[in-house]
């Protein structure tokens, strides 16, 4: 069931459970009303039809002073058994006044609404009884008196007369009972009345509580069933936050809660390919950037090596040129130290051989500098190829941060900690791809370095070549000098000349060397912007790799 359903059927129970305690009170309330309204009402009735008996026996007892006195002055109109019809018409009424009071008082105990009350009806019943039979005492005895004045016989209706006092206080004693016993069923009515209130705010208070106990109920259920999965979401989320990827939440299922745990195992699974994607790669280019740095330290050290060579080449050819200086000045004494030239002769021709061999060298290394500045340049674009994984890896979690802060969004409240991991995902991606573009832009810088060291180095090669020919010839006009000044003195104007172009020579060669130590230099800085560059890719992946480990896969 869903939590809008619970939370609905939790709302419809509370209300059934009001309008039934409402229903409750209100059938309480009839109950008090129609008790009461009974009560009052029957109370009300018999007090004003024993007003009535009262208000007729008085009526009777006037008739009867009245027929007397009549009687007594011989004006009655009566008739055979002196009687007059208004002492008829009072005793008809006050007979039924009575019989209708003791009916009532019967009526009233059959339907009585307690036992108590209904012994006290029974008791005014009873009292109205022994009433009625006074009175019918009392017409026999009025009628007896009403007889003996009718024939004249005054002194035995005076004594017929006097005898009515004591049935008429009897009757007296009698409706006195039975009012007395009537203000006792009027206190017992209201003592009725009181336990029923009683009663009936006893029940709706019960009912209040139970209703309220139920309500509790269902409000505890209800929060229950959404504040614990809720509880158990944040603990989750704050151990993926503090980067524990190893675990699933167990809160899965149809409604909103279930939902949101599958939403969470997903991005949990999505954050730990992600993770062990970003290892691998930042792995891998760490290990491309050893490789690079280890190359360039190689690099660098040969490009050493090759500038101490052009350094000691330079400083041969710099004494060939003092040595063809020397040769230059004694040419005028040639014919007086020819053995002197021959010797001088074949000290340059060694001096020669040497730098010849200086240069084979200087072209060696140059052409290895050159192969390994071509291995450098293909791991250069490895470490492109692996950039750009890492790019799109970056972008990915930049999507997947997206998507996850979506979802925190649609979860509003109790998805504001899995906004906070959506933050940080982010954040991280937006790191990598800064780092990438750092990386891209320092591989740039390594790349363009890398091309104009290419080019140097050609360069440095071609003029390598040059004077390594030109150092040849220098060789073979050394060797005919040489031959030359052991054949003849004569001929030495030639071995002048020839001085000359081996002293032009020497300078081309001095202006050779001269460049490829610039060219070694240039080397040499290059590479060591190389291996300045391959310690920041080296610095950064190992930033990388402490983000990646950050997570727990």
Do not use: C
Not at 392 to 411: K, M, P, Q, T, W
Not at 517 to 527: C, K, M, N, P
């Amino acid at each position: 069931m869903s939590i809008a359903n619970r939370i609905l059927l939790g709302f419809v129970a509370v209300i059934i459970l009001v309008i039934a305690l409402g229903a409750f009170g209100l059938s309480q309330i009839g109950e008090v009303r129609s008790e009461t309204t009974s009560i009052v009402n029957r109370d009300l009735t018999f007090i004003r039809q024993l007003a009535a008996v009262q208000n007729a026996q008085h009526g009777l007892e006037a008739a009867t002073e009245s027929d007397f006195a009549a009687h007594a002055l011989g004006t009655i109109e009566a008739s055979a058994d002196g009687v007059s019809p208004a002492w008829r018409a009072a005793d008809a009424g006050a007979t039924q006044a009575l019989d209708q009071a003791i009916a009532q008082a019967a009526n009233f105990q059959a339907t009585a609404a307690s036992p108590e009350r209904g012994r006290a009806w029974g008791e005014i019943a009873q009292a109205l009884t022994r009433a009625r039979a006074v009175l019918a005492d009392l017409r026999q005895r009025d009628l007896v008196a009403f007889q003996a004045m009718a024939r004249g016989d005054m002194a035995a209706g005076q004594a017929a007369r006097a005898q009515l006092l004591a049935p008429r206080a009897a009757f007296r004693d009698e409706m006195a009972q039975a009012n007395a016993t009537m203000n006792q069923a009027l206190e017992l009515g209201q003592q009725r009345i009181d336990r029923v209130y009683q009663v009936s705010r006893l029940s709706t208070l019960i009912g209040l509580i139970l209703a309220v106990a139920i309500a509790m109920a269902v409000a505890y259920l209800i929060r229950k069933s959404i504040i614990t999965p809720l509880s158990t979401f944040m603990a989750f989320v704050e151990r993926v936050g503090q980067g524990d990827l190893t675990r699933h939440t167990e809160l899965t299922g149809a409604d909103e809660i279930g939902r949101l745990g599958a939403t969470l195992n997903g991005m949990v699974d999505g954050l730990r390919d992600l993770a062990r994607q970003n290892r691998d790669a930042t792995e891998n280019l760490n290990a491309a950037t050893a490789e690079i740095r280890a190359s360039s330290q190689e690099q660098a050290a040969s490009v050493e090596e090759q500038l101490a060579a052009v350094q000691e080449t330079a400083a041969t050819v710099d004494e060939i040129t003092h040595s063809g200086a020397q040769i230059g000045k004694r040419a005028q004494e040639v014919i007086a130290s020819a053995q002197a030239t021959a010797q001088t002769s074949n000290e340059g021709l060694r001096a020669v051989d040497e730098t010849a061999r200086a240069m084979d060298a200087i072209r060696d290394q140059a052409e290895a500098v050159a192969e390994n500045i071509v291995a450098l340049s293909e791991k250069t674009q490895a470490i492109g190829d692996i950039i750009s994984t890492v790019n799109d890896i970056s972008e990915r979690s930049h999507l997947l941060a997206l998507n996850a802060a979506i979802e925190a969004a649609a979860a509003g409240e109790s998805g504001r900690s899995f906004s906070v991991v959506a933050s940080e995902m982010k954040l991280l991606a937006d790191q990598a791809k800064d780092a990438t573009n750092q990386v891209r832009s320092i591989l740039g810088d390594i790349q363009r370095g890398i091309n104009s060291s290419v080019m140097l180095t050609e360069e440095a090669v071609k003029r390598v070549a040059a004077g390594k020919e030109r150092t040849d010839t220098t060789q073979r006009t050394i060797t005919e000098i040489t031959g030359r000044v052991q054949e003849s003195v004569q001929t030495f104007q030639q071995i002048v000349a020839s001085t000359n172009q081996q002293q032009l020579g020497i300078e081309q060669v001095m202006g050779a060397l001269q460049n490829i130590r610039q060219a070694s230099q240039q080397t040499a800085v290059g590479t060591r912007q190389l291996e300045e560059a391959a310690g920041n890719l080296a610095s950064l992946s190992q930033q990388l790799l402490g983000l990646a480990e950050r997570y727990r896969v």
